[in-house]
């Protein structure tokens, strides 16, 4: 080995969070490489956990490299875009409905009930409003509000009835005797 061979190989390098050329080199995340915390923020950020992600895109951001830096600065800038978005503005009773639809079916039923109540504010006589409601409260167990609602709902439009015996979200408290007696008038207890 000739002796430039030798003392390159002996030259010592320099610890995380120094650099060589006179300038502090920028820290990583502790215990993760830059490539790790970029990469735990992607998983993060497709998870919609966009806080979570932000902090560990902002650590990948000081580190070495500078294209992985580059890309976690603007994933931060997304994250922040995302965390700033202002809420849903709904303004007519079918947007609260539709909205209260889609919370129901990712069993955010309080806020469904929320949004349902709103569009019979504004229109009492929905029977569609009225069935969502009921099958929301019924999904949440509270049978007397799930008969209330639906019964209305019924008499509003008696077609409600036969859509109500086949919906799966009625079918925890279809054998209740109110709403049992409800769905099928023509049976003999």
Known sequence: MSKSAERRSTREVPPAGEATNGQAAPQRAPGRSQMEAFQEGMRLFHARQFQQARDLFSAASSGPDRAVSHRAGLHVRMCDQRLASPGVVLKTPEDHY??????????????????????LEADPSSDHVLYALAACLALSGDVHGAYENLKRAIDLQPRNRLAARQDPDFASVADQPALARLLHPDKKA
């Open 98 to 119: 539709n909205y209260a639809v889609t919370l129901m079916n990712s069993r955010d039923l309080a806020g469904a009930q929320k949004h349902l109540r709103a569009a």
